[in-house]
């Protein structure tokens, strides 16, 4: 075999040069033979005896040469140590040109030795969709969407090149959208459906993308998937029920596409993919309650979905997973919650439903993802509502678990709301017993230390709370602010060029506020306020000047 391969190579290269087609084709299969026998040994001998640099005058268009040509390229490219010679000898400006081809054989072929040089290569592959092979290949799709193999070798060119970034652009200018969903509509096997939807989900990250294939009808694809999955037994069907229903909340992640699909509500598909909240498949539930919370990105489908009921079906939803539950499912109704309170006609309504005691069954949940959306649900609810703030601010139970969370020092996110509902709890009863049961609870310090916070809006949350809490329980607070360094805090805020003119101003509030306290009021004297204070009777914002001339009026006043 390896002297053949060698006179073969000898010969071809001799017959490259007066490019007799006989001698040529009989060198060909003589290469092909001896790849097929032993790809490696092969290709490095093809790579020493020179003949890739000659290869690219064997792919004209019209050569009965081409299709083993190429095939030669695509089995020696099978081999990482050829991929960069190959691209060295030149080879895929004429294999890309070569794409226009009618012959399905060339076609065919040129995919395959395109696909194995630009394997796993970023860079080759973004050389490939600046040379255009992007549309060039959905138009094949669309001429030959009935050869298998060319079809086959369209999908795995797709889903290769639709990982860039910098393909997306091209793809939108195409209409793939139809392409794609006029083949998987024809398709009957589970494999064929999953190539497609391998392309279809990297593409329908795009927006633009995720519109068209909407307006393509592939809604209605996924959603006749699921009919026919859901009660499905076999491994398959519980992929594609997995894969449809994910690529359908995908779809609702854009928002023109996301609007198309809600139709004001009285959508069909809005209404099918309602219907999978009750279902009695878990991940049905899960991608049921991910659309509600996709669907709930703004004020006006909010309050259409929960005039419509749909709260009731989270709720009951969440019920079936308070013990033992599904923790994505738990995550996505509370997201799904979390939306739908946004809008401030939809808080009461929520509330007389029952959805802080439902909320309330996760308190225990040991699950970071859950407990921050439980806070950030319960924040949401009770945003203006004094009488929810009040019943849940007075819970020991629900305070006592927030001032823990308050310390999960592992989690910045569930730390974070942690703080902000504890100061909510307090800034939107403004109640002496929510203030009780914060300061018994233990919570004031975390406040103090939220004041100190990068965040100026939670800086100023917590600002708000604490003057509150000097407000209307200072006697009780008092052990608390000075075991936390309130006051040198408020020194800190107050000197700090950088302090949003808000958080001056809540600061002298404080300051004015606690001096009613004397261990309180002898810091304040003993940290030279007066210097911080009389600064900022001239500061530009007036709120503030006015309030350090009352602040400085207090000290003189009392030192």
């Given at each position: 075999?390896?002297?053949?391969l060698?006179?073969?190579?000898?010969?071809?290269?001799l017959?490259?040069?007066?490019?007799?087609?006989?001698s040529?084709?009989?060198?060909?299969?003589?290469?092909?033979?001896a790849?097929?026998h032993n790809?490696?040994?092969?290709?490095?001998?093809?790579?020493?005896?020179?003949?890739?640099p000659?290869?690219?005058?064997?792919?004209?268009?019209?050569?009965?040469?081409?299709?083993?040509?190429?095939?030669?390229?695509?089995?020696v490219?099978?081999?990482?140590?050829?991929?960069?010679?190959?691209?060295?000898?030149?080879?895929?400006?004429?294999?890309?040109?070569?794409?226009?081809?009618?012959?399905?054989?060339?076609?065919?072929?040129?995919?395959?030795?395109?696909?194995?040089?630009?394997?796993?290569?970023?860079?080759?592959?973004a050389?490939?969709?600046?040379?255009?092979?992007?549309?060039?290949?959905?138009?094949?799709l669309?001429?030959?969407?009935?050869?298998?193999?060319?079809?086959?070798?369209?999908?795995?060119?797709f889903?290769?090149?639709?990982?860039?970034?910098?393909?997306?652009?091209?793809?939108a200018?195409?209409n793939?959208?139809?392409?794609?969903?006029?083949?998987?509509?024809?398709?009957?096997?589970?494999e064929?459906?999953?190539?497609?939807?391998?392309?279809l989900?990297?593409?329908?990250?795009?927006d633009?993308?995720?519109?068209?294939?909407?307006?393509?009808?592939?809604?209605?694809?996924?959603?006749?998937?699921?009919?026919?999955?859901?009660?499905?037994?076999?491994?398959?069907?519980?992929?594609?029920?997995?894969t449809?229903?994910?690529?359908?909340?995908?779809?609702?992640?854009?928002?023109?596409?996301?609007?198309?699909?809600?139709?004001?509500g009285?959508?069909?598909?809005?209404?099918?993919?309602?219907?999978?909240?009750?279902?009695?498949?878990?991940?049905?539930?899960?991608?049921?309650?991910?659309?509600?919370?996709?669907?709930?990105?703004?004020?006006?489908?909010?309050?259409?979905m929960?005039?419509?009921?749909?709260?009731?079906?989270?709720?009951?939803?969440?019920?079936?997973?308070?013990?033992?539950?599904?923790?994505?499912?738990?995550?996505?109704a509370l997201?799904?919650?979390?939306?739908?309170?946004?809008?401030?006609?939809?808080k009461?309504?929520?509330?007389?439903?029952?959805v802080?005691?439902?909320?309330?069954?996760?308190?225990?949940?040991?699950?970071?993802?859950?407990?921050?959306?439980?806070?950030?649900?319960?924040?949401?609810?009770?945003?203006?509502?004094?009488?929810?703030?009040?019943?849940?601010?007075?819970?020991?139970?629900?305070?006592e678990?927030?001032?823990?969370?308050?310390?999960?020092k592992?989690?910045?996110?569930v730390?974070g709301?942690?703080?902000?509902?504890?100061?909510?709890?307090?800034r939107?009863?403004?109640?002496?017993?929510?203030?009780k049961?914060?300061?018994?609870?233990?919570?004031?310090?975390?406040?103090?230390?939220?004041?100190?916070?990068?965040?100026?809006?939670?800086?100023?949350?917590?600002?708000?709370?604490?003057?509150?809490?000097?407000?209307?329980?200072?006697?009780?607070?008092?052990?608390?602010?000075?075991?936390?360094?309130?006051?040198?805090?408020?020194?800190?805020?107050?000197?700090?060029?950088?302090?949003?003119?808000?958080?001056?101003?809540n600061?002298?509030?404080?300051?004015?506020?606690?001096?009613?306290?004397?261990?309180?009021?002898?810091?304040v004297?003993?940290?030279?306020?007066i210097?911080?204070?009389s600064?900022?009777?001239?500061?530009?914002?007036?709120?503030?000047?006015?309030?350090?001339?009352?602040?400085?009026?207090?000290?003189?006043?009392?030192?």
């Amino acid at each position: 075999m390896a002297d053949n391969l060698s006179d073969a190579l000898k010969k071809l290269k001799l017959a490259s040069a007066d490019s007799s087609t006989d001698s040529v084709e009989s060198c060909l299969d003589c290469l092909l033979k001896a790849l097929a026998h032993n790809n490696a040994d092969a290709s490095e001998k093809i790579q020493e005896t020179g003949v890739l640099p000659l290869l690219p005058t064997l792919l004209a268009p019209q050569s009965s040469c081409t299709p083993k040509v190429a095939n030669i390229i695509a089995e020696v490219a099978k081999n990482e140590f050829m991929r960069s010679p190959c691209v060295e000898a030149s080879l895929i400006p004429p294999l890309v040109q070569l794409l226009h081809s009618k012959d399905h054989e060339v076609l065919l072929q040129t995919g395959r030795a395109l696909g194995n040089i630009c394997y796993d290569s970023h860079s080759l592959q973004a050389q490939l969709i600046n040379m255009g092979v992007i549309p060039t290949l959905v138009k094949l799709l669309g001429l030959h969407s009935d050869n298998t193999a060319l079809t086959e070798m369209c999908l795995i060119a797709f889903g290769n090149l639709a990982e860039l970034e910098s393909s997306k652009e091209q793809f939108a200018s195409t209409n793939i959208a139809e392409e794609l969903v006029r083949l998987f509509q024809r398709q009957a096997e589970h494999e064929k459906k999953e190539m497609i939807f391998e392309v279809l989900a990297p593409l329908a990250e795009n927006d633009v993308i995720k519109l068209q294939l909407v307006e393509a009808g592939l809604v209605e694809c996924l959603l006749d998937v699921v009919v026919h999955t859901v009660d499905g037994v076999r491994e398959e069907d519980v992929a594609q029920l997995k894969t449809a229903s994910d690529l359908m909340v995908l779809l609702l992640l854009g928002d023109e596409s996301m609007q198309k699909l809600f139709e004001g509500g009285k959508g069909s598909v809005f209404q099918r993919v309602l219907s999978w909240v009750p279902s009695h498949n878990h991940q049905l539930q899960l991608a049921g309650a991910l659309a509600i919370a996709n669907f709930a990105r703004n004020d006006g489908n909010c309050i259409h979905m929960v005039e419509s009921g749909i709260v009731q079906k989270l709720l009951e939803l969440l019920d079936r997973h308070v013990d033992e539950g599904n923790v994505t499912v738990q995550h996505a109704a509370l997201s799904a919650l979390r939306n739908l309170a946004i809008p401030v006609v939809n808080k009461a309504k929520m509330l007389s439903a029952g959805v802080s005691d439902t909320v309330l069954k996760f308190l225990p949940s040991e699950m970071p993802p859950v407990q921050f959306k439980l806070l950030g649900t319960l924040r949401m609810l009770i945003d203006t509502q004094a009488d929810a703030a009040d019943q849940l601010g007075t819970n020991g139970k629900l305070v006592e678990r927030l001032v823990e969370w308050c310390e999960a020092k592992d989690h910045a996110g569930v730390m974070g709301e942690s703080n902000r509902l504890l100061s909510a709890l307090i800034r939107h009863s403004k109640s002496k017993d929510v203030v009780k049961t914060v300061i018994q609870g233990a919570g004031v310090k975390h406040l103090v230390v939220m004041a100190t916070s990068e965040h100026m809006i939670m800086q100023n949350e917590a600002l708000v709370a604490l003057g509150l809490i000097a407000g209307l329980d200072l006697v009780g607070a008092e052990k608390d602010f000075v075991g936390a360094g309130l006051v040198q805090v408020l020194h800190k805020l107050l000197s700090d060029e950088m302090s949003a003119p808000e958080v001056k101003y809540n600061s002298m509030v404080i300051i004015c506020a606690v001096m009613g306290s004397e261990p309180l009021h002898k810091e304040v004297q003993g940290l030279a306020f007066i210097d911080v204070v009389s600064k900022l009777r001239s500061h530009e914002n007036k709120t503030v000047s006015h309030q350090a001339s009352l602040t400085e009026q207090r000290l003189t006043a009392q030192s």
